[in-house]
């Protein structure tokens, strides 16, 4: 049974968009968000720099936004991913959060898509298609936020077609699934403050995501992969630096292991 309608119309919800050294994406992600069928009640940039181009990037659109957009940054001091989350999910006044990362741009309904399928007790996952690489410069330079089907720039091109109505092939999980990515995901604010956020030990590329949900799992909450909605385009990047991999699966192991619920 979907959220009730009162708490549908009453709830406050927030988008979470993580961005490092890359105002010029930020930028067009946020002119998709102005785009977006349902309305917000806070936008969220959670910088892991401290960078100038992206504070002036945060201020034209705090004149387009007024008080709803909010900017929360750190020094570069290396891949602190789940530490600047923290701080701006901690301070975000919604109920509901939505998170992408800085290299995603939004479907128009991709807001519309996570509030209409929000439910207690549930986190929600979603769909990425992604923009290939050799066209992403293209993309950022004609500032595109629209695609389809038939977009000769994107892979996955299935991922496009948006249903809600079949969503409910999906099934509920009660583990966290193979297709969970960390750039398309929403939760309600409580839970994630009942599991003490983020493990801001995850220092590097990976698992502080897919730890986050584990430990949702361990709490009880479960998860709903949502499917023909909620769809964010992924421009397509070298990979990141991957050094820490290891001691961050060390450490997802062990959340596994001990069925860590806290940070």
Not at 101 to 117: K, T
Not at 158 to 174: C, D, G, M
Request: net charge positive; with cysteine; hydrophobic share 35%.
């Amino acid at each position: 049974m979907l959220i009730s309608l009162y708490l549908l119309i009453t709830m406050k919800v927030a988008l979470l968009i993580s961005t490092y050294k890359s105002p010029m994406v930020l930028d067009i992600i946020l002119e998709s968000v102005i785009g977006q069928t349902k309305y917000l009640d806070e936008i969220i940039i959670a910088e892991d720099d401290d960078s100038k181009n992206t504070y002036e990037c945060f201020l034209k659109w705090k004149r387009k936004f007024k008080n709803k957009i909010f900017h929360y940054q750190q020094k570069d001091l290396g891949f602190r991913k789940s530490l600047i989350l923290n701080k701006a999910l901690f301070s975000s006044k919604s109920d509901y959060i939505i998170q992408i990362d800085g290299d995603c741009i939004p479907d128009s309904n991709f807001i519309h898509d996570h509030i209409s399928n929000a439910k207690k007790g549930f986190y929600l996952f979603g769909t990425r298609v992604h923009i290939k690489k050799k066209y992403v410069i293209d993309v950022i330079k004609n500032r595109s936020i629209n695609f389809s089907f038939f977009s000769k720039k994107i892979n996955k091109r299935f991922r496009t077609i948006r249903a809600p109505f079949l969503s409910f092939l999906f099934t509920e999980r009660n583990k966290i699934s193979s297709k969970f990515r960390g750039c398309n995901t929403s939760f309600w604010k409580k839970d994630f403050i009942d599991i003490n956020g983020y493990d801001n030990n995850f220092k590097g590329w990976g698992r502080e995501d897919s730890d986050l949900m584990i430990r949702m799992h361990n709490y009880g909450i479960k998860g709903k992969r949502l499917k023909f909605a909620g769809v964010v385009y992924h421009l397509d990047h070298d990979e990141k630096d991957k050094s820490n991999f290891y001691k961050n699966d060390l450490m997802q192991k062990q959340t596994i292991k001990l069925n860590k619920i806290k940070a």
